[in-house]
């Protein structure tokens, strides 16, 4: 198990060290100078000199290598730089709109489960009968709406027809509706598939088989034996969503205004603040990895068969 | 104990062999791509001649006629310059249709090669491709393509590269694993010993092996192109005004929420029902192709 996670610890250093690259390598392939960039953003059109002393002073005039490098160094530190339209530290901002867009995915992702699990356990007991394709066909759609059309779609019901909602989401539990409902539905059209096919997996397995025989009833089965089983797919969706969430949330926080990273990192691209978008897609994939390697943990602590390869 | 799950087995077998649905469900899995596939060519016929088929000029502003609802003369309702919604909807049709397409071949032309080579050559080359198709693929996609997309600057062109450079490792991967497998086949060792160049067995034996999931792949993928696409027009990131694309109209629709739902209706609709369409085909085509996922 040590040695797993070490391994896994390797290759975590390994995959953000080429995210940070990667960022680093596209923002220089930016048509655009950030000296410029810095004091157009902040409203003075400046001279050439004074460009060129700020180029000098950015350290643009480096090479590309000692510049990724002088840049990592400060970003090991927590240093990002500071934001051109905001003026304050990038980690100020990140950390200041972060918990916005954790209780918009957190939300989303507790409602996802509660509604993911017990459909997607109905579709497989109820294969091929009329549940099945009622909630299979509802997945499909799910699947191939886009998510901001159904944003709108749900502002346009909701909240111009209906008056239930405001148009501009609040920061309280009513608010938080809406863009929970955005978020959710998609995942849950896709991991109902997930979940109905680990759970017909294990209903084919041959102790499911060996129970039927033993005259054990089919609810008890399913409750006592294929549920628990099927519940490590659980913590693979986990995994697999946090992408979405953290993917989705720039769209859906746009649209309903919602105060978090999704919405400022969209800000942010309007005005090229380069060290803001930088620090998101870094933190971005800090967040992702993390969150995948604890799900991988947990997967190996959890399934018996994994747990046990190492000692026989 | 023993003899009852064999009685099972042996039940659930001769039924599976028996059973005249089995015969069926071919001859309508058959049935149901041969439909989907033409509804496909159809939209993509439509989509070509989208700027023929337009009954307006889908650039041509008309001020005494903004924002009207939808009239025989204006099918969808007009936006708020005037301009034919239903126009603009067919002339998008022909950008996404041919901008999916593109990058769907793009990004299968550089998975093929780089996951081909790096599957049949293994060693040190692979190692390097697979590691960096790890960083793709640990990460959320959606984020990068707006970073990309976004540091480049808006426009067409950064948006291809922005998704491109993304959505090639699956393919990559894909292909590789595939690739590897071949390598240790029989036949290859044996057109080896026949004189054949390695170029030769990569044309000749490994790539007409990779063609099935291949296309599988690549018509699941259209679908999501055009969503992704979309997304970013929707952001602003991808087609600039004037041009008509439907992510962008959804986003001007925005403002005229309450009083031209129109605007944002139907450019969404034809979103869903494009998608829906190449999704199915996917489906099918997985159904026929590639029977062992099949109960």
């Not at chain 1, 998510?147 to 501009?168: D, E, H, P, Q, T």
Request: hydrophobic share 50%; with cysteine; aromatic share 10%.
């Amino acid at each position: 198990m040590k040695t797993y996670i070490l391994k896994r610890l390797g290759q975590l250093v390994i995959v953000l060290l080429g995210v940070s690259f990667l960022t680093f390598f596209v923002t220089t392939l930016a048509p655009s100078d950030a000296a410029e960039m810095k004091y157009l953003s902040m409203g003075t059109t400046p001279t050439e000199e004074l460009l060129e002393a700020t180029r000098d002073e950015m350290g643009l005039n480096q090479p590309f290598l000692m510049r990724y490098l002088s840049w990592l160094g400060n970003v090991l530190q927590g240093d990002f730089g500071s934001s051109y339209k905001f003026g304050d530290s990038v980690f100020d901002q990140m950390s200041k709109k972060l918990p916005g867009t954790l209780k918009l995915a957190g939300t989303s992702m507790v409602v996802m489960f509660l509604i993911a699990f017990p459909l997607g356990i109905t579709a497989a007991v109820k294969k091929n009968k009329f549940v099945d394709y009622l909630i299979r066909f509802f997945s499909f759609m799910g699947i191939s709406m886009p998510n901001f059309w159904l944003a709108l779609i749900l502002i346009y019901v909701m909240s111009v027809k209906l008056g239930w909602f405001k148009v501009v989401s609040t920061d309280n539990l009513k608010g938080l509706i809406l863009p929970v409902i955005t978020l959710t539905i998609p995942m849950v059209s896709t991991y109902v598939r997930h979940i109905r096919g680990a759970v017909l997996g294990e209903l084919t397995q041959e102790y499911v088989v060996g129970a039927r025989a033993r005259g054990i009833s089919e609810k008890q089965i399913l409750i006592f034996h294929v549920i628990p089983n099927a519940m490590l797919t659980l913590v693979t969706l986990i995994g697999l969503s946090v992408g979405h969430l953290l993917g989705g949330a720039a769209i859906v926080e746009t649209i309903f205004s919602w105060h978090g990273i999704g919405s400022m990192v969209v800000e942010a691209i309007a005005v090229r603040d380069y060290p803001l978008i930088q620090g998101y897609v870094v933190w971005m994939a800090i967040i992702f990895v993390t969150v995948n390697l604890i799900v991988d943990i947990c997967y190996h602590l959890l399934d018996p068969q994994i747990r046990m390869k190492g000692r026989i | 104990m023993e003899q009852i799950i064999e009685k099972y087995k042996a039940s659930r077998a001769e039924k599976r062999l028996t059973s005249p649905l089995q015969i069926k469900t071919v001859t309508g899995k058959r049935l149901r791509f041969g439909i989907l596939l033409s509804l496909a060519v159809l939209l993509v016929i439509i989509a070509a001649l989208g700027n023929i088929l337009a009954p307006m000029d889908p650039l041509l502003t008309n001020y005494d006629m903004t924002l009207k609802p939808p009239s025989r003369e204006y099918l969808c309702g007009t936006d708020v310059l005037g301009r034919d919604v239903f126009s603009r909807i067919l002339c998008g049709a022909s950008n996404s249709f041919s901008l999916s397409f593109l990058m769907v071949t793009i990004v299968a032309g550089i998975g093929i090669v780089l996951g081909t080579t790096s599957g049949y050559i293994g060693g040190r080359f692979d190692t390097v491709i697979m590691r960096i198709t790890d960083i793709f693929l640990a990460f959320p996609s959606m984020v990068f393509a707006i970073a990309v997309a976004g540091i480049l600057g808006p426009g067409l062109v950064n948006t291809i590269i922005a998704l491109s450079l993304i959505q090639w490792t699956k393919y990559a991967r894909m292909t590789r694993s595939l690739a590897s497998s071949i390598r240790e086949k029989n036949y290859i060792e044996q057109a080896r010993f026949g004189g054949a160049t390695e170029v030769q067995i990569m044309f000749k034996y490994v790539l007409p092996n990779l063609i099935t999931p291949l296309v599988i792949m690549a018509t699941l993928d259209i679908g999501m192109m055009m969503m992704s696409l979309a997304g970013l027009s929707f952001l602003g990131l991808a087609s600039q005004p004037p041009t008509p694309e439907w992510g962008y109209m959804i986003n001007e629709s925005r403002q005229y929420m309450q009083t031209a739902p129109w605007m944002m209706i139907y450019p969404g609709m034809a979103l869903l029902l494009v998608v829906i369409v190449f999704n199915l085909l996917g489906d099918s085509l997985r159904d026929i192709l590639d029977p062992k996922d099949n109960d």
